[in-house]
C-alpha cells in the first residue's frame, strides 16, 4: 500500500485490495481509514522513511554477518549452549563475547553469577533484612540471562 501511495495511487478502494492475509477480511475499514489527504510531500516523507527502513536492514544482515563470522571458532560452544532450554542463538553468542568461553576463569557457577550480577545482595542484620537488591554486574551478560530465564519460563521446559 506504502508503494502504491508512494506512486501516485489515491483510490482507497485500489489500495484496500493491497491487504494481505488477516486484513482482507476488513477490506470496508481499509478504504474509510485510506479515505483522506496523501500529498506528493507526504509521498516523499514514506519514501525516505521506506529508505531508511532499508538502510537499516541492510547494516542489521551486514552485522550479523560478521559476528556469525567472529563466531565461527565457538561454533561447538554455540552449539552446546542453544541446547539450554531459554537459550537463543544471539543469547549463546552474548555469553561468549562476554565471558570469552572460557569458564575456567570462574570456580564455579555462583562466581560467574556474581560477576554477572546476577546473586541478590542479602544485608541482614539482627533478623532484619536490610537490602536485597541485585549487584551491579556485566550489564549485557545479565541482559542476556534474564532473557534467558524469561524464554525458558514461558518455553515450558
Known amino acids: 500500500m506504502l508503494t502504491a501511495l508512494i506512486q501516485g495511487v489515491r483510490d482507497p478502494?485500489?489500495?484496500?485490495?493491497?491487504?494481505q492475509r488477516r486484513m482482507r477480511s476488513k477490506i470496508p475499514e481499509l478504504v474509510e481509514a485510506l479515505t483522506g489527504r496523501f500529498t506528493e510531500h507526504h509521498a516523499y516523507l514514506a519514501q525516505l522513511h521506506l529508505d531508511q527502513i532499508d538502510a537499516r536492514t541492510l547494516a542489521i544482515e551486514s552485522l550479523t554477518a560478521r559476528i556469525d563470522l567472529a563466531m565461527k571458532p565457538y561454533e561447538s560452544v554455540r552449539d552446546a549452549l542453544v541446547t539450554v532450554p531459554g537459550v537463543s542463538t544471539l543469547v549463546a553468542d552474548v555469553l561468549i563475547a562476554e565471558t570469552g568461553a572460557d569458564m575456567t576463569v570462574f570456580p564455579d557457577a555462583g562466581h560467574l553469577a556474581s560477576w554477572a550480577g546476577v546473586c541478590p545482595g542479602s544485608n541482614e542484620s539482627a533478623g532484619r533484612v536490610k537490602s536485597s537488591k541485585t549487584m551491579a554486574g556485566n550489564k549485557y551478560l545479565k541482559?542476556?540471562?534474564?532473557?534467558?530465564?524469561?524464554?525458558?519460563?514461558?518455553?515450558?521446559?
Open 13 to 19: 478502494a485500489v489500495l484496500a485490495e493491497f491487504a
Open 143 to 157: 541482559a542476556a540471562l534474564g532473557i534467558a530465564a524469561l524464554a525458558a519460563s514461558h518455553s515450558g521446559e
